[in-house]
């Protein structure tokens, strides 16, 4: 079993994650920021990736610093759980279809951060969260976990259907580049043999 852990504690958030890779997509996620949450149950469930995370944060100011440090936590607890990434496929994609929208992601498990965010929202908060913070969330995540991620919607109307099936693309495209290659047993996939390089 593959698993991870991670925490962040400031003035302004103190956040703690475990994730398990080889998991069955279980989820006991806690931010106090209900739309939150609810993407983090579907990054679970669809990547089958064990996730529990606890989170307080300053909220009443704005859910920013806590949105933020949950990805910098989330991604930190990934990448411990990736170890020396020998043997994994590397290289994953989705494309997810919800209803009238489209959504893609990529993801080079690399150990080189890239975040690549084309998603365009019509609504300014979903639930209690700004939709400006997804982005943050992404960046964050990415860059921590040693990530290049490419999250794209090509066409949708509901901004929740349009943030959904971004977080279910995300999971589907991790599910795909973190799973075991047996024909890679023991070896990084990079003719450098060295990931981030």
């Not at 910098?72 to 990448?79: N, P, S, T």
């Amino acid at each position: 079993m593959r698993t991870g852990s991670a925490s962040r504690e400031t003035k302004e958030t103190s956040v703690s994650a475990q994730i398990s890779i080889d998991g069955t997509g279980k989820a006991e996620i806690h931010t106090g920021i209900g739309f939150l949450d609810h993407m983090l149950e579907q990054l679970a469930r669809h990547s089958l990736m064990d996730i529990t995370l606890q989170a307080k944060g300053d909220l009443h100011i704005d859910p920013h610093h806590t949105t933020e440090d949950v990805g910098i936590v989330l991604g930190l607890a990934l990448r411990d759980a990736l170890g020396d990434m020998k043997g994994i496929t590397r290289y994953g994609r989705a494309i997810i279809p919800m209803d009238e929208c489209l959504s893609e992601c990529y993801v080079d498990v690399c150990d080189r951060p890239f975040l690549v965010f084309q998603v365009a929202f019509t609504k300014e908060k979903l639930g209690d969260l700004d939709t400006e913070m997804f982005r943050e969330f992404y960046y964050a995540f990415a860059q921590h976990a040693g990530l290049t991620l490419h999250v794209l919607n090509r066409y949708g109307v509901n901004n929740h259907h349009i943030a959904e099936s971004g977080f279910k693309a995300l999971a589907r495209a991790l599910r795909e580049a973190t799973s075991m290659d047996p024909r890679n047993e023991g070896r990084l996939v990079s003719t450098k043999e060295h990931m981030g390089a």
